[in-house]
């Protein structure tokens, strides 16, 4: 399984992105997805989870009721929405999955896109 995170950018405060995580293979529908994100100087966070027929979502407290995630098996797309941005939501977001349950954790997470900066700006 091959991920290409894209999507990331410069947004004011108070604005929205929509990030898209684009999988290879043919069983993208078996693999629960997550968003993870690393701000400058921390260590990399749990954001989001997704479960492959999307009956399991999961957010984070510092995002949750502002991020929305999504998929579309169909397209191989997993998609973050990610409205009223703050400062405090800059660093370099990844995608990523794994076979089995939605977890929070990355360490169980095999399969990880590189990652695409978004950067709020006050």
């Known amino acids: 399984v091959q991920l290409q995170a894209s999507g990331g950018g410069l947004v004011q405060t108070g604005g929205s992105l929509r990030l898209s995580c684009a999988a290879s293979g043919r069983t993208f529908g078996l693999y629960v997805m997550g968003w993870f994100r690393q701000a400058p100087g921390k260590e990399r966070e749990f954001i989001v989870v997704?479960?492959?027929?999307?009956?399991?979502?999961n957010y984070a407290d510092s995002v949750k009721g502002r991020f929305t995630i999504s998929r579309d098996n169909a397209q191989k797309v997993v998609y973050l929405q990610m409205n009223s941005l703050k400062a405090e939501d800059t660093a370099v977001y990844y995608c990523a999955s794994r076979l089995g349950s939605a977890s929070r954790y990355q360490n169980h997470y095999r399969y990880w896109g590189q990652g695409t900066l978004v950067t709020v700006s006050s």
């Open positions: 997704i479960s492959g027929d999307s009956a399991v979502i």
